[in-house]
Each structure stands twice: as structure tokens, then as C-alpha cells.
């Protein structure tokens, strides 16, 4: 594996998946794998699992990292090619990206969209050209679309916590906010559920409809009882209007997940990739209660991270 | 030793502090002992000694260090229970301290107090609910009321120069400062001296009685110059009212100790944890001039920082 | 080698450059060469180059290294002697740079100008202070008037694209900006050549005549087609005013390199340190053509840190 910013940067899913819980047995096995290789984690935004857990599974793999807040140690980064460069950008993304693929064997890069112009922001520029002029693989640490190491991790829980003898049911829920949230851990969970044997249905509130190119193959349902009914797996998250782009249409009462509404499936588990606003987001009793297990994929960022960089390190 | 929040978490003083000397005179010789394990540095406020002293120190005992600066690279913490966050806080502490606590083996944590209310500073939430939450050892890198690295960094300094034949005389003395300093630090010194076989002294304006939690066993003395006379150890440094909470009660003209002030010691030893604010808090011909230890102070918070940490990784 | 501050802290200059091309070949031949030894990064200022190129240097010869931005993490440091700490500085350079040389074997340090007064800035106050407080080596990360890590890559550069049997002539040129830009960089490179076999001119409108400390023994042209006339290398920066302090001139329409200004040159070589702002300072066309040697500076400054860090870490 060469860029890990898609589930279609994965040669084989199920491998890759396997092999994450296999470091979950056993994370200081290949502590020689990274030696004299370093990861450059760029952060545009800010962070705390993605930020902590990649460091230390970099460090499992005996890899070297070092850590840039672009944002705030560094300067405003151009875009746009050709451009003259007599405004607020200081670097071209040509030679930031290049410099930086100087002094680091793999780049983590986390670069939120600005939710303002949802072509600009689905053309994932930054990731792009991070990807073109690094010369280094590029892994992404959450990008305006997408979230793969979070999807991996989720994929890791799901599969642990998999009920016997049936087709999970994965219903992926909206959920109420009071800030537009970027659509890309709900894309994200989507297209690698699209890409597992699981039944994924979507509730949202009319408007909320994600873009088809990562629900394809999910089925989607207005009544969120309904989509909750005999589900295994209630995966949590609000997200901004990708139709109305960037838009919250609405505070979205009576949508929170609690325990009454859980009691709808088939002792379903809840996850979350955090941060949750409690109380608002999803309930204090069903994140505290049994069936969350947003903790354990908290613990399985780590493990994903890890299992990535392991295939990059050895492709490199 | 599993949390080090306070003078109270050491299971015993005298071994802490001989292990911090053995430490200062090898520090090389338990490189083994943090292997594979990582010390996360959470910061809430800003630090130049804890932050570089308490990293070297994991390093120097073979451990992986992750820093991150939450107010900066993360964001707002809820800490009140059952609240709807709809507001400025976007991640529960339960959530986050827990996150943490699946990359870290050890959470260092600096969190200052508001100096609003007394009773919230004093209620130590942040600290207490890490402790709650993490499911890792904490270790505080200065929190609201305490300060337990600096404090054992200064037991071993009075340590390594205490006068023979003698015990030893330490003077607590406030100094001026022109904005609301927190009394940690304050609190701190006052209870691990009066866990240690010295005379202790607090002498400050009325108005800037500390909390009798941490200065049992100490005389209060309101005359400067009466509480120096015959003192072996001079510790500077400035605190706002706890009485009066968070207030600056006087300019404290004639407070700074100068080496006027010093020739009524036994040829004392003046002390401060820094930063100092130079001819304001404690004069420049005293900083600069034979009887100061802050050097030495600065130098054995490394070693204070290791013996704490090659506590908690034993007993892991 | 103790200090690297500028060239004159180098015993011998042809030693360094032939030390940094043979760790260019092999990178990893020194690892325990570091062991045990810490390199503290003190950022006054943001970076992007030369926070990871020397981090990643350090850590090849076998380094801990701890970054700190000191004007995020920190507070405001007070560089006068004497004066009374009863405004914004937090900490005086004497305790800090003191405290800071507890923890790292070698610190490096980043301190722009302020533009404001050029006595002060030519004082370079913080760098000063900080070799003579420290304790330890200093290195610096561009301070106000030099950036000799920028230097020593841009010699090696020029080394390995040296024409054959010929004296190279190099042309510094001043390219346009929108803001006031320090002279460090344009001071450095100037004062670097003048202790090489090498032609310098030196090259920009009237008015921004660099101070001669440096210049000596370049000549100086105002006609920049002339000055480019048979040059085998082009290095293009912007820098403020020395004579009219911190100010810009002129916005100097045509003093852009391009295509058809290396025309004039020898099949010369373009070389800038980064950041460049695309089609201001240095055109995109030159930028992204097979003259520009700007990324291979970029890979030289990890190279050069570790020469630098490699003959300090040997005299320790």
C-alpha cells in the first residue's frame, strides 16, 4: 500500500483488518520495521485521538515521528496553481509539500473543509496535492471527505462485536448538532460498510442525504425507529447538509439515541468516533451504559494506525 | 505508587527522595525500564520547566513522550456531569481523559486554576475526574492547589545543602507580583515540608493566610524580618489571597527579599520555583548572588520527574 | 565546534561541507554518536524547513529531541539587564536560557528580528544571551541577522552543482515581496561566499545595500542583467531595507527572475531558501523548471544540521 486516504487505497480489506487485530495481540512485534523511518504528522486542525493514538503506533513500529500544527507553527499554504503569490499564502503546497517529503518517509495530514463551497471542498485539494508533490506516502488523518483510519478502526469494532449467525445490521444515524460538521466520518463509515458483508441502512431527516458516491448499495430511511429496528450496530454521527452544503436544517428533536430508542434493536451496540456532545449528540446513559463501544474503538484507532503504516513501511 | 497528585499519593518521602538523588548521580541505569511504554504530557496552560524537564526525564528511563497542548491542539472539556453540551464544550472529560488512557501508559496533566471561585479551584475537577476516567497513573504537572514535582525538586535542593547539626529553619516567604498567582506552588512546599523534619515559617501580609489544609504544623509569622532571622532556607514566592480568593491584596513594598533582608538568615539559602519576575519578586543581587539554589532547583526537577516516574512504571 | 551561530564558529568550512555530503551518502553511520544527548528546538517564531529537517537530523545521529514554540508554550522573555519585571515579560533570559540548559546537551534557537530598530536587532540581544546563559551550545535556527543553517546547505548545493574548471560566479539578487522580510538570510549566504572560492555579486536596487559586515569582498550591481551576465548560480531573496531600516523601497517591477532572465546567465542554477511566494518573488515557470535547485537545498538542510550537530555532539 503506497496512500492511505480511501478505502480504495486498500488492496485487500480483509487483510488489512485481520491483521490490525492480529497487533492488537501482539503491538512490539515489529518494532524494527520503522527503524531510521520517520512520520510527519501535519495537522491543519485540531486533534486528540487521531494526534496521540498515530503517534504511538508509529512509535510500536520504531519509527521516529514529528509533529507540525501547520495552522499555528507554520503559514498560510496556496493552493491554486499559478496564482501570484501577493496575498495572505505564504508557501506553495508545490514546495511545502516537497520540502516536507525531504524529512519524512510517510506524511499524516489532517485538513478539514471549510464548508463553504462543496466543490471546492469534495475536490480535496490539500490531500491531492499532498499526494502529488510529497513524493512520500500520504496518510490521511482526516480529510475534507473522508476518515479511513477512523473507518478502519469502526470496521475492527464491528467485527469483534460481530453477532453470530447473521448479516449484521449497521444502521449509521444522525445525528443532532449544534455547530455544521464536516460529512466526512459519515462517508467515510458508509463506503467502508458498502465495501464489508453487512446490511447498512442510513437515517437522517429529510436533506440530509450524503452523497451517493460512498452510500451506494445502503438503503436509506426517514424513520429513524424504523432503520433502529432489529439493528446490531447504531453508528452515531451528525453531519452537515451535503445537499444544502454546510447547512444545519434542523435541531433535529427527538433524534438523540437513548436507551428507549436502543430497546428497538436487536441488543444493538452503539458507536461513536468521538468527540460527542453528551446530552445533545447522544445520551449520557447509552455512552456510560453497556452497549457502547466507543471506547473500544478508541483503543482500535491505535491498532488501525498501526496496520496501516505497517503495510506502507513495508511497500516503501 | 500509582497517581503522584500530591504528597499524600508517596508511599514513602525519604526513599522518593534518595531514589531522586541515586537517580541525579546515574540517571542512565534503568533505560530498560520504560520500554515500550509512553508517558502523554497533557498541557492546559503554559510551562518551560515541566514540560522539558518531566520529557527528558521519561526519556532518560527509556519511555516514548507525546505531548500535546489541549488548549491549543484540542479543545474546550466538559467537566460538570449530565449537562446537555450545546454550548462551547465539545468533549466530555469521561470521553477524553478515556481516549487518552488508551495511548498513554502514564497521563502527566498541567491545569490551572480560574482564581473565580474558590471552591471549584479547590474541588480540583479536572484533576479528580482524570484520575476517574483515564484508567492510567497521573502525574500532575502543577495543578490548581498543588504542585508535588516542584515540591520534591525542592526537598531534595534543602536536602543536598541542609546546614549540619541543625534542623533546618525554612521560611515560606510571599513576594510581590503585580498579577493573581495561584498558591500551588504555596500550598504545595508548605505540606511537603511539614511531612519533612524542618522548622517551617510562613511569613506574609494579613490577608494571605493559605489553607490550613497544607500549612498544619507551620508558625505564621506577619513580620518578615522576624521570620528570617536565624533561617536556613528563604523560599520566595508570591500567591494571591485564598482568604480574600484570587485577589491581589497589596503591592507588598519592602516584601522582596534582598541581600539586606538575607544577612538576617544563618547564612541562608534563597529559593524559588521561576519563573521570577526579576527586581519585582525576588531582587536581582540575590538571584544572581552566591546564596541562590534556583539553578539546583531547576536541575532536580529532572531528577524529581524520574524517581516519580520510575515509581509508577514499577509498580505498572 | 561549540556554538553554531554563524561561519565564524566553524573551525573549518571545507571540513563541515565535505562531513555533510559524506552524511548525505550515509545518514545512519553515527546513531550512538547522540545517545543519552538531548537537542531542545526553542521556536520564538513559526517554521517549517528547519523544525523538521533538524529534528529528523538529530534524531539520525541518535538524539532525544524536544520542541517547544516559546511564544505558544511559553511567555514573554525579558532580555534587559536590571530592570524592574513589573510589565509583560514573565521571565527573564538569564533564569530561562539557565533552566533550559538543565534538560538539553544542545539547544537551538529561532529569534527573528523585529524590524523596528536596527541596533537592537543587530545586537541579536536573545541569540546573545542565550550562549551566555545556556550552559550548553547554542544553534542557531535563523536568528535576526544570520541563518547559517541555510548556508551551509546552500554550500553544499553549490558544491555539488559547481561548474567544471571554472570559478563559479554566484549572483545574490533581490526578488519583490509585500512585506518587510529580514536580511538574515540574504546577510548569511553573502557572508558564506565571501569564505569561498567563489565570485559574488551581489545585486538590487539602490537603497537596499546590505550591511558590509557581510559583504565584503562581494561587488555590487545595480543593473541586475548585467550582474546575471555568465552566473552559474542565481540565489533570489527578498530582504527590507538595511539603510532605511525594516522598510520596503520599491516594489520592484521586473526584478522577478524568470525564464527569460537566466537566459543571461551560464546554463545558471536558481537557488531559494523557502518559502517563495510563486509568481512575486520567483516565477512559477523558473520554480517548476530544470534550473531550480530549490528542493535540493531542501534535502541539504537536513544534511547540514546533521554536520552541525554531528562536530558539536563530538566536543561535548
Redesign the interface.
Known sequence: MKHFTSVHDVPNLETLVQDALALKKA??QHKTLGE?K?L?LI?MN????T???T??AA??LGM?V?V???D????AI?TK??????GT????I???A???G???DIIGLRSFPKLQSREEDYAEEMLTMFKQYAGVPILSLESATRHPLQSLADLMTIRENAPQNKRPKVVLTWAPH?KPIPQCVANSFAEWMGNTDVELVITHPEGYELSEEFTAGASIEYNQDKALADADFVYVKNWSSYQDYGKVLSAGENWMITNEKMALTNNGKVMHC????????LS?EV??GPDSL??NQ??N??YAAQAVLKSILSDL
Not at 46 to 49: D, E, K, Q, V
Not at 81 to 86: E, R, S, Y
Not at 89 to 92: A, D, G, K, S, Y
Request: glycine share 8%; hydrophobic share 40%.
Open positions: 503491538p512490539y531510521n520517520t510527519g495537522f485540531p486533534s486528540l485521538r494526534r496521540l493514538s503517534q504511538k512509535m510500536n521516529q514529528m507540525m500544527n501547520l499555528k507553527e507554520g503559514w496556496e496553481d499559478g496564482v501570484i503569490m501577493n499564502t505564504v508557501e506553495h508545490k514546495d511545502a516537497g520540502a516536507m525531504q524529512y519524512c449544534i468521538l468527540p460527542v456532545r453528551r446530552g445533545l449528540e449520557y455512552l456510560d466507543v471506547m478508541a483503543e484507532r491505535l
